[in-house]
């Protein structure tokens, strides 16, 4: 499975976008995938979860009610969507392929990471 996450960009405090994660192969309604992020000098982070049929998802307490996760099995695509921003949620975002998990080790295919900047 390949993975490509799009979408990030610039936005301010309180804004929202919505975060793509496009993948191609016949068997990624498989996999359960994960949203990531790491910010500069810190440690990758979870930040949600879906899991392959997009019947059950699990968020990190920092984004609980402000970001939703979601996936379109039919276009290979998963979403997020991040409302509410804040400066904290500044970092790249990646997306990643593997077990409905929060840990990164349980994620097989990753994807690169696409940067979401929030201004103060």
């Known amino acids: 499975v390949q993975l490509q996450a799009y979408g990030g960009g610039l936005v301010q405090a309180g804004g929202s976008l919505r975060l793509s994660c496009a993948a191609s192969?016949?068997?990624?309604?498989?996999?359960?995938v994960g949203w990531f992020r790491q910010a500069p000098g810190k440690e990758r982070e979870f930040v949600s979860a879906?899991?392959?049929?997009?019947?059950?998802?699990f968020y990190a307490d920092s984004v609980k009610g402000r970001f939703t996760m979601s996936r379109d099995n039919a276009r290979n695509t998963v979403y997020l969507q991040m409302n509410d921003l804040k400066f904290e949620d500044t970092a790249v975002y990646y997306c990643a392929a593997g077990s409905f998990a929060t840990m990164r080790g349980k994620y097989d295919y990753w994807g690169q990471g696409t940067q979401v900047t929030v201004s103060s």
């Open positions: 879906i899991n392959w049929s997009g019947g059950r998802t």
């Open positions: 192969g016949r068997t990624f309604s498989n996999y359960a």
